[in-house]
């Protein structure tokens, strides 16, 4: 095959595509039954963005008008950005899981003139913004029939063909709202030259292990750059195909309809399924147990000896019987085929991350902003140190600056150089200033460090970090992390900032609290009463002190926790749709008990 050629825009790139893979699958989505898997092939969605693109400029839409797109990742999110892409147009991608109150305020700052949803439900919610929002004059909806549906926008383009309009790399492509961790959202403006380098950048490092044959299973929303430009544009560089994962609780079930090649995910997804399996193994006890023990332990030794450039006949002959009895089996519940994955948004715990490698699944670290479309450092197969997150990405370059953390550190604010960095915030000039550079650099906002190698390592968040009442700095995000990685928690959030120590809120894993309860004769009461159990709460706590003893200083390590029944949510406002805690609303809504904590004598 001809080596690809280098796009400079979104509309070029899809188009590459469409020409030169286009009997091959790109889309699979499940029948009726849920036991396949329908293809849509290359040329079957060039066909139906031409019909788009064509009703929608039909509709009005021409350069720089705003599409908007509410629904969660289908073959229709793709063929509406495209579309919009070759109308001239400007994607503002939304998530279905929304408030009301962001949809709203996302339609009404970027102007959407046109809006495509993926229900009836969601038309019924946002219609009425057709008479408060000046900008917004036409509303379609995926999943009807009609005058009002896609389907008719995409007949009448079949009616009035229309010609792709080719944008400049500068031309903004999308803006993507941030989460609003702590206010409201701001639409980043990426262009297409942001995107397409960023697909390109990231290709160049996998282009060994991606290929046609190469299958994604969707997972995270493409109404974030991560997932948009690591799996959506980079696989249509390649030719590749994706499949669809229904929802989080089928993703076990998906992943054997799917089959992926290769993954972009979280790290959650991997500490999930890590917890499951020691939890399984635990409980199944005997042979299976035994074998996966001496699977995991063998795994780690011929790792040891490897990396000592020595190798032994027992050592490789129990993991041989390992990898046939267990981890083929493991392998098999990804679908069979998977050689790698590729995690952002929290760095993924050495341990674990080692396991998956052990067993033939290597995942990789990775670093990226929606202000830098996102990739910035990656890990790969040819050039990956554990604990990093990664080397900068082709044209993309990493400067630390030590002048905005304490005298004698040894990183510093990280700032990001490239082709992938935003025009700016929709209007927001004032925000845009302050974190970009006069030389064109943009203030992640970040800590860390480059070694002399370099690799990246992140050392916490900026605007996170807090000082204890001994002048201690404290970088709350992977101690949480690593609180979370304790079977017995689901979530976790702490505080600290001007005390004398640090404090905890705590979510219990109330799957896993029922099943300790059960085993250990406990009163059997709804799990979540079992929280207010004072046993249970030392145990719990007990049991997160003595993890956290392992890596963290004293004064890092929480000395009191309250235990809540409800989780920080999406629904209640308090994370983000990336799963980040909104800290803010957080703390608003807990800091009467967290005060008490510091009030009360034990």
Not at 462 to 490: C, H, M, T, W
């Amino acid at each position: 095959m001809s080596p690809i050629k280098e796009p400079t825009n979104l509309v070029d790139l899809f188009e590459s595509a469409v020409k030169r893979f286009s009997n091959n699958p790109l889309f699979g989505v499940k029948n009726e039954t849920k036991t396949d898997l329908i293809w849509m092939t290359y040329g079957d969605v060039g066909r139906r963005v031409d019909n788009l693109r064509a009703g929608l400029i039909h509709r009005g839409i021409g350069k720089n008008d705003a599409v908007g797109f509410i629904g969660n990742n289908r073959p229709e999110w793709a063929i509406s950005a495209f579309a919009a892409y070759g109308a001239g147009g400007r994607f503002v991608p939304m998530y279905e899981a929304e408030l009301e109150s962001t949809w709203e305020y996302i339609i009404r700052d970027s102007a959407v003139k046109l809006l495509i949803v993926s229900k009836p439900e969601v038309y019924q919610k946002v219609i009425r913004y057709k008479g408060l929002i000046p900008t917004l004059e036409h509303v379609f909806v995926i999943e009807s029939s009609g005058p009002g549906s896609m389907a008719s926008l995409e007949q009448a383009g079949e009616k009035h063909p229309a010609a792709s309009i080719k944008p400049g790399s500068k031309d903004i492509a999308a803006l993507i709202y941030t989460s609003g961790t702590t206010g409201e959202p701001k639409g980043v403006l990426l262009s297409h030259g942001n995107f397409t380098s960023n697909a390109i950048g990231g290709n160049r490092m996998y282009q060994d292990v991606l290929n046609e044959d190469s299958r994604s299973i969707s997972i995270l929303p493409w109404a974030h750059s991560y997932g948009q430009t690591a799996e959506l544009y980079n696989w249509m560089l390649v030719g590749g195909s994706i499949g669809f994962m229904e929802s989080v609780t089928t993703l076990g079930d998906d992943l054997a309809l799917v089959k992926p090649t290769f993954m972009i995910a979280v790290p959650r997804v991997f500490n999930k399924i890590y917890d499951g399996l020691n939890a399984k193994m635990k409980e199944t006890g005997g042979l299976a147990k035994a074998l996966f023990d001496m699977g995991v332990e063998s795994a780690k030794k011929k790792r040891e000896l490897a990396a000592m450039g020595q190798s032994s006949f027992l050592v490789n002959l129990k993991y041989t019987i390992a990898d046939k009895v267990v981890f083929k089996k493991i392998r098999d519940k990804f679908g069979g085929r998977l050689v790698g994955a590729l995690t952002a948004s929290a760095l993924m715990n050495k341990e674990i991350a080692a396991f998956f490698s052990d067993i033939g699944i290597p995942v990789f670290d990775c670093y990226g902003l929606s202000e830098t479309s996102p990739a910035v450092t990656m890990n790969c197969f040819s050039a990956n140190k554990p604990g990093s997150v990664g080397r900068p990405i082709e044209n993309v370059r990493v400067v630390i600056d030590p002048s905005v953390v304490e005298d004698g550190s040894k990183d510093g604010e990280i700032v990001v150089y490239g082709p992938n960095v935003m025009q700016g915030y929709h209007n927001k000039p004032e925000a845009t200033a302050a974190v970009m550079t006069p030389d064109g650099g943009f203030r992640t906002g970040d800590r860390g460090r480059l070694d002399e190698d370099g690799y990246l390592f992140m050392t916490g968040r900026i605007k996170e970090q807090y000082k204890l009442q001994n002048g201690k700095y404290v970088f709350p995000g992977s101690i949480e992390e690593d609180i979370r990685l304790i079977p017995f928690v689901a979530n976790a959030m702490l505080a600290g900032e001007g005390k004398n120590y640090n404090v905890c809120l705590i979510i219990p894993d109330f799957e896993v609290l029922a099943k300790y309860a059960k085993d250990n004769n406990l009163p059997a009461k709804d799990p979540k009463a079992l929280i207010g159990d004072k046993t249970i709460q030392q145990m719990i706590s007990d049991a997160i002190t003595a993890s956290l003893k392992q890596k963290y200083g004293g004064y890092e390590i929480p000395k009191k926790f309250i235990y809540l029944a409800d989780d920080f949510t999406l629904e209640n406002g308090m994370l983000t749709q990336t799963m980040k805690l909104k800290r803010r609303v957080v703390f608003e809504k807990y800091q009467d008990a967290i005060e008490e904590l510091y009030d009360s004598a034990h």
